[in-house]
């Protein structure tokens, strides 16, 4: 069930397709292919060649540097990039702080920002949850007190994606304790390199470090990097998250795992032929297939709606539940087909470069530490359960 | 992008389902599926007036055209209002297979009829020990004459006694689950030899069984081909699968509005029983399913006019399975989520369970599909 | 994986089969077996059969007409009944009136009640949920006002199972609207042939008229037909549920409609084999058998806790909960494999004598009705979302 | 109703549990499972003392005998606190194949070693193309003057680096796949031609990749018959199974404890996230899943000493089921229930999760063991 596509939107297509196929450098594809780690470096090369091409940002406004795609054409960029096996587009710059920035932010903010974080000067991380905080996001209590024309910020942020590598991190922090919780919050963006900030790396189970708490000791902040009005950043806050659309079904991702769980699958023996064609294992595959192409078809919904001008409503969280849920089961069967093999774990045929022997079929080696990463899909960013409620209140009004 | 409502396709949904709201309400519909018919035909005259049995319909033989698209509409209306009419029977499976085996001659000769609302027709493929194989035919044509002898049992054919011509699948060469050797026949309902055992069925329709006897048709009754009809048949089933997963579309939709109010006008332990979080999140997954099949139905509705026929199965099967899981979860709780009040027959809820359970059996089931789905090569 | 049995209980066992098929009528049977419309005598005459044998009620203490069998041999007991088709023994007198009459009844009543009972002379069911009450029981409003030595009744229960059979009910109603709503209720036995009472029959969707409405016009009960004191009804109501126990889990039931749909799976069609041979539904059919041994075997523990003086917890809602599960998905694969039969619906095809030529195989006509018949299981009785709410209270103190 | 655990049983059980209270804390785990062995030998040594290293070893040769289910009782402790220690490769696996195949001049010679703590065993059956299938064994053993030369690869042996002797499947006659010809062989862990790839596991284990490159061994290490080794082999497997079904039931255990716990002691919007019923009600679930997991699986380790093959492979694929589905269930909503947290080393939960998962994919799989089970014959 290909999208069927009009002549020109065949022909971007495929000018997308071959520009990716020559311009991926082949050690960055070789190590998303194998599920191996990706270095800072390798994030940024691939941004930067993206950039140069103009294609670093095809949903900002042409005048920030973005493209005047339509929105199938940018959902089909993205598609193209995911099968191509290149390495994720970090959100945090292009597609949450910077939309706040052009809608709140002033024009030194806009003025500076946002170049850097499209040509990728900036690595930008995101400073929201807190130790005990959770999912309870406006009970934050990083504080910021004004001091001359600086804030002074003290406290603590967790589960910080990538801090080891950011140059800058927006964040939540209270500027008043008085009123209903949501209302003393501000949107501060902060210097990573400014003295009085730890970064210290989480081990998470899968043995990656990937998140990280982020400590404030009395660190300096230039009012001028708050956004927008203090005590207004919950309002910049659910902007954000509201702004947050299609890309979080990561279709293009799924599709492309579900091709490489295919290759497993034909790879692996089981009975007198293969995995892929054992009938309970490809019942599986199927039922995620279909799942896949039932996600694709409400995400190509509502790609036409915007387009045709109507604003989406909660389907955002319909998306992020089912795709979590996809990604997982992906996961979950890639699993399943390796059998014995899921077991060994060694930690450096994880990176690039390895040369010992691999210990049962090369695709094996990452299988695992995957699916437990990917525990945390349907955890981060409001967890599953968080978004049925948003569900059943936004759109159901229960 | 195709699989979008165009705005005429607004304006048509908002027809259908403005008549339905009138005509529809439980006790009339309890009525009419207690009628002879199990339907009315004065409501399919006015279809016909309509236009509505004039979509599929050429406009060479007095049709309005259209696509499976617009047909998914009504389906998909017909469904928010349980509507009994043999639309399913006569215009998708019967109009359908006629669209796409009959002669011009034999066309001329029907099509205005069947658009017009005078001629009714039935669609007789399946049998009884043939589960969801189409090429499982064992009902035998013996050339006799200038015609044909029929001998066999088509089973729960679906509005065959109010029909005016059966369109019945025989075998005139090969063994039975041979795709080879399958013809299509058009059979007066009232000829000799054709033994009908009408019964109502569990969604409050009519169904009955076919015995063939030595039934007798001509070398003129003869649609397509001989020998060629299994891919016709596959054709027709794969358009019946989208019609029932559009009609599932709709009950799924109005289960939901129902089992919603429900949980808000239902107080237990002194508020709505939707302030429970567990019913909430009950709810939101019946509405996640509902809008998940929806979209991958229309997506499908729109592939069936694709080309290549793998193309068309690997979207009709992945259609038919995506309905089957939701419809089992949308009907089965929302039964539970109305508590007692789900099981009695007093609300209309318990009839859109039944035939949204009934859309399971058709066609092929959920295995049936998903095993047609993981056989077929991504196009 | 049978039960292994003591040779005294495997002689037991032995025993309760030869007597269950020499005794049980073969009219009735086969009712049962093709899932057909009992009658009121149908249950009746098979009782009294039981009776007559002295093992109408072997739980019940001796001296009240009971056994002295052990647990394990009670269990034996109600298994060998399902498996050879014998009707329900209804459990509204038997193991629901009658354990409260005997701990919180007087010596008239228990000298009156108890005998009847035990012999079926009278039939009972109970009356506990109103219209608009449902599983918040303790807001029922039938009300219960004192007049001399009588009370009279007024208001109305809902879902009386076989109400238009039963000579007796049982019945909480309102004697007190002070304090909590629980503190207020009373425990009654009322006469079903009072002037007064009116029952209406609900029709249910899958066709059948099993439960009903109990309307109570100014009923006459004596006063000395309350059980216990007043406005104490809801503790005996308490202790009622809390001795519903193993017999819940239907173990029984369950593995001979397992049996019956082995059956119907081996004589239906698919591919080129039956769809006992289907790896898909064999898979279900293997995954639903695993279920019930796993819950038969938590029902052996527990039996031989009883039976060890230990006395089982909350895990009856563990029983009532996959019970019913595994229940509804027996009637949904039967559904599932008689395919295109699952749509005629013929109602006359329900009840015995019925002499027309069946459509499709005669197992198949009660099948629909049966899967839409069971969606009651997991409502009736405390919906299974009530039983979840009682395990996390009860048991995991949440 | 032998299933239920016996005074002496509760007794053991409560030995083992303050056993390893005392030495299986997060931290000491930690450092047991990243020293070299991956396990401490003194504990080693202190279960010998205990006397739990006899256990199923029979009387005559030093042990203390018992049955599956003492076995299971020790296996559910081990895993309330993840056990680092190779007592089912040693002992179940090792001292399994030993007991059902060696001759009592074998037995003599090694089980007092083996029951004292002296000797570690592995059991190397598994092979790199087989997946689940006993009977794919591709290693050939060929027969040479009075011994036999082994060559072949046998894959994920279980604390293969650490064992004295490995007890390797391979093929004296017959075709990869075929249930006669397969012998068992008692070879040398330090044998010329014994080449070992060892590794960690994700579950903070060891295993190796075991080479066998000319191997010899004489006919004196041939364990049983020559050729009749497969039905050993499927016995051992399915002690095995009981063993980490055991194992799973206390790694459930402790992680519905954990769960239960952080349920009640996390607040978030300002109460202990364990009122929220959604929450609740996974905890329930999983609850339960345990429930019916703990009496599935005793009641078959009580039939795995049934005289039947069949009646015990059964009960053993059906343990294997309900284990797969319940662990899947408990360890993931543990996971997800812990929100954040659960993602994190610093939490021993993520281990118990790991070693969770890993038992599915071992000695055959849920889907390995429903179509083992659906396969034989009810008894």
């Known amino acids: 069930m290909e999208i069927t596509l009009s002549s020109a939107d065949a022909a971007f297509q495929s000018d997308v397709r071959s520009f990716i196929e020559a311009a991926l450098p082949g050690d960055i594809k070789s190590k998303v292919e194998l599920g191996q780690h990706l270095e800072k470096d390798d994030y940024v090369r691939w941004h930067k060649i993206l950039h140069t091409k103009g294609w670093a940002a095809p949903a900002w406004p042409v005048e920030y540097g973005g493209t005047d795609w339509t929105p199938l054409q940018r959902h089909l960029f993205e598609e193209e990039l995911a099968r191509a096996s290149t390495p994720r587009l970090m959100p945090f710059g292009l597609s949450m702080v910077a939309p706040v920035i052009m809608a709140f932010g002033d024009a030194a903010q806009k003025q500076?920002?946002?170049?850097?974080?499209?040509?990728?000067?900036?690595?930008?991380?995101q400073g929201y949850s807190e130790p005990g905080a959770g999912s309870d996001l406006a009970s934050l209590t990083t504080k910021a007190v004004p001091d001359g024309t600086d804030y002074i910020v003290s406290g603590a942020k967790t589960w910080t994606t990538l801090a080891q590598y950011a140059d800058m991190i927006f964040c939540l922090v209270r500027t008043?304790?008085?009123?209903?919780?949501?209302?003393?919050?501000?949107?501060?963006?902060?210097?990573?390199?400014?003295?009085?900030i730890t970064v210290r790396p989480i081990r998470t189970m899968d043995g990656g470090y990937e998140v990280n708490d982020v400590f404030f000791d009395e660190v300096r902040v230039p009012q001028a990097n708050r956004v927008g009005e203090e005590n207004k950043g919950w309002t910049y806050a659910k902007f954000l998250l509201g702004h947050e659309r299609t890309g979080i079904a990561a279709i293009g991702r799924s599709k492309q795992e579900l091709r490489q769980l295919k290759v497993?699958?034909?790879?692996?023996?089981?009975?007198?032929?293969?995995?892929?064609?054992?009938?309970?294992?490809?019942?599986?595959?199927?039922?995620?297939?279909?799942?896949?192409?039932?996600?694709?078809?409400?995400?190509?919904k509502i790609v036409a709606d915007e387009a045709a001008g109507r604003t989406p409503g909660a389907e955002a969280s319909i998306l992020k539940i089912r795709g979590t849920?996809?990604?997982?089961?992906?996961?979950?069967?890639?699993?399943e087909a390796i059998g014995?093999?899921?077991?060994p774990y060694i930690a450096e045929a994880q990176e690039a470069g390895w040369n010992e022997p691999p210990v049962g079929p090369e695709y094996a080696a990452t299988v695992a530490p995957h699916y437990f990463n990917w525990r945390k899909a349907s955890i981060y960013g409001g967890t599953n359960e968080i978004q049925k409620n948003i569900i059943a209140k936004m759109v159901l009004g229960l | 992008m195709e699989f979008t409502l165009s705005d005429e396709q607004v304006l048509f949904q908002e027809s259908v389902e403005s008549f339905t709201a009138k005509q529809y309400d439980a006790d009339k519909r309890r009525a009419l599926s207690e009628s002879e018919d199990g339907f009315s035909r004065a409501h399919w005259a006015h279809f016909a007036e309509l236009g509505w049995l004039g979509l599929g319909i050429e406009e060479a033989h007095g049709g309005l055209g259209g696509t499976a698209l617009d047909m998914a509409v009504l389906m998909e209306g017909f469904g928010r209002a349980l509507v009994l009419e043999p639309y399913l029977s006569s215009m998708v499976m019967g109009g359908g297979a006629l669209e796409l085996a009959a002669s011009e001659k034999q066309k001329s000769a029907l099509l205005p009829a069947l658009g017009g609302g005078a001629l009714l027709l039935a669609f007789a493929f399946a049998e009884p020990r043939a589960r969801y194989d189409l090429a499982k035919v064992a009902t035998i044509a013996e050339k006799c004459g200038g015609g044909y002898l029929l001998r066999g049992h088509k089973s729960v054919v679906l509005h065959a006694a109010s029909a005016d011509k059966i369109i019945v699948s025989a075998r005139t060469a090969g063994g039975v689950g041979d795709k080879a050797g399958i013809s299509l026949f058009l059979l007066e309902r009232a000829a000799p030899g054709v033994n009908l055992q009408s019964y109502p069925t569990v969604d409050g329709g009519r169904a009955a069984e076919v015995v063939l006897d030595e039934a007798v048709v001509t070398e003129y009754d003869l649609l397509g081909q001989e020998g060629q009809a299994h891919a016709i048949i596959e054709a027709v089933i794969d358009r019946a699968i989208i019609a029932v997963c559009a009609e599932a579309i709709g009950i799924m939709q109005t289960l939901i509005e129902m089992t919603r109010a429900y949980l808000d006008n239902r107080k237990q332990f002194g508020i709505p029983i939707g302030k429970f979080q567990v019913l909430q999140h009950q709810l939101v997954d019946m509405y996640m399913a509902h809008e998940l099949s929806k979209?991958?139905?229309?997506?499908?509705?729109?592939?069936?006019a694709s080309a290549e026929s793998a193309a068309r199965a690997r979207a009709v099967s992945a259609a038919k399975v995506q309905i089957g899981k939701a419809g089992s979860l949308v009907g089965q709780q929302a039964i539970q989520l109305h508590g007692g009040m789900g099981m009695t027959d007093e609300l209309p809820l318990g009839q859109y369970f039944k035939r949204l359970t009934m859309i399971e059996t058709l066609f092929g089931n959920t295995d049936h599909h998903r095993r047609r789905f993981a056989a077929l090569p991504e196009t």
């Open chain 1, 176 to 196: 008043s304790s008085e009123g209903k919780p949501q209302t003393g919050i501000s949107f501060l963006l902060i210097d990573m390199h400014s003295p009085g």
């Open chain 1, 112 to 125: 500076h920002f946002l170049p850097r974080i499209l040509s990728c000067e900036d690595w930008w991380c």
């Open chain 2, 295 to 304: 979209a991958l139905t229309y997506r499908a509705a729109a592939a069936i």
């Open chain 1, 340 to 343: 014995y093999y899921a077991n």
């Open chain 1, 264 to 300: 497993i699958a034909a790879a692996e023996a089981a009975g007198d032929g293969s995995l892929a064609e054992d009938g309970a294992f490809a019942g599986k595959m199927a039922d995620l297939e279909i799942d896949i192409l039932a996600l694709e078809s409400l995400v190509l």
């Open chain 1, 325 to 335: 849920e996809i990604q997982q089961r992906l996961s979950e069967l890639a699993l």
